[in-house]
């Protein structure tokens, strides 16, 4: 059955930041994404790394402007596997190249400036 846990203050998790959360088998980190929370395991579903040690960034998609060329897109919010570059969008959960491979998600919430893990 799923508890809700106290993870830290909304002051200590500032847009950008992750904080790892010992929880479960694998832990979950809880992230601020431009403002909003979101929380994934700690397990990339392609073999097992610790994906929240991974690097935050963005992505690249086809440029609608330019034939060939690329634009990056969604900073901040995509994940990138620190064993083979496999990249998750953190608010989905979903693998970028393949939206049908997804990490877990978890729900997030705050209360009187607290932030809560539902896990």
Not at 54 to 62: A, Q, V, W
Not at 83 to 110: L, S
Request: overall charge neutral; aromatic content about 8%; charged content about 20%.
């Amino acid at each position: 059955m799923p508890q809700r846990r106290f993870v830290c203050s909304l002051d200590e998790l500032p847009p950008g930041a992750m904080k790892l959360v010992d929880v479960g088998k694998f832990g979950v980190g809880v992230y601020n994404v431009r403002g909003a929370l979101y929380a994934i395991v700690n397990y990339c579903s392609h073999e097992g790394a610790p994906l929240c040690l991974g690097l935050i960034g963005g992505t690249t998609e086809p440029s609608p402007d330019e034939p060939g060329g690329v634009r990056r897109v969604r900073d901040g919010q995509i994940v990138r596997c620190p064993w083979h570059n496999w990249e998750f969008d953190i608010t989905t959960g979903q693998n970028v190249a393949d939206p049908q491979r997804r990490v877990r998600t978890y729900r997030v919430d705050v209360t009187n400036g607290e932030v809560y893990l539902t896990a």
